[in-house]
């Protein structure tokens, strides 16, 4: 079992810079990832990060804007959110995979991954 806790969620506006976190507990786990879900939509994938090389990839609408990054010694990851659109208003989460990723394929997919935070909210006004 992992444990994921994330916080860091809030209210800002166009523009501005959120930072969230997860912080995992529990088994090893090979990747861990954001998603979000927007009121009526799929949950997407945001950013991902494999955890012993670092080696990470990102969703074409948060490239450039979104930067993720982990501190090993606490279990934890953050996304550090800038220049925010309204767009990115979302539940977002933080979830692992503890199987196998040396590909990227299912890094990119919700189905890739195991355990789930609870989610954060995130709102971008205009």
């Known amino acids: 079992q992992v444990q994921l806790v994330e916080s860091g969620g809030g209210l800002v506006q166009a523009g501005g810079s959120l930072r969230v976190s997860c912080a995992a507990s529990?088994?090893?786990?090979?990747?861990m990832g954001w998603f979000r879900q927007a009121p009526g939509k799929e949950r997407e994938f945001v950013a991902t990060i494999i955890w012993k090389i670092g080696a990470i990839e990102y969703a074409d609408s948060v490239k450039g804007r979104f930067t993720i990054s982990r501190d090993n010694a606490k279990n934890t990851v953050y996304l550090q959110m800038n220049s925010l659109k309204p767009d990115d208003t979302a539940v977002y989460y933080c979830?692992?995979?503890?199987?196998?990723?040396?590909?990227?394929?299912?890094?990119?997919?919700?189905?890739?991954?195991?355990?789930w935070g609870q989610g954060t909210q995130v709102t971008v006004s205009s």
């Open positions: 979830a692992v995979r503890t199987g196998d990723s040396s590909t990227w394929s299912p890094l990119l997919t919700r189905n890739g991954y195991d355990y």
């Open positions: 529990g088994r090893t786990f090979n990747a």
